[in-house]
């Protein structure tokens, strides 16, 4: 494997790691939320939706080695 290919792993990898944060951030956000903390589910929702735009740049890059 060279090492474009080792890379096209790796950002598929982080990628799905990114999803599993993700989705911890989103359910954080609607537990604080339930329990009154609405500026505190808010920032958590923002956290969901960069890291979800963060995968987009991944999606670029793996295209670029395509």
Do not use: P
Not at 23 to 28: F, L, V
């Amino acid at each position: 494997m060279d090492d474009l290919q080792k890379l096209k792993h790796l950002l598929r990898h982080w990628m799905e790691h990114n999803d599993e944060h993700a989705e911890t951030y989103r359910n954080w956000a609607e537990k604080v939320s339930s329990l009154g903390n609405k500026e505190l589910s808010e920032i958590l929702g923002q956290l969901y939706h960069q890291t979800k735009k963060m995968n987009e740049l991944f999606e670029e890059a793996i295209k670029k080695i395509d």
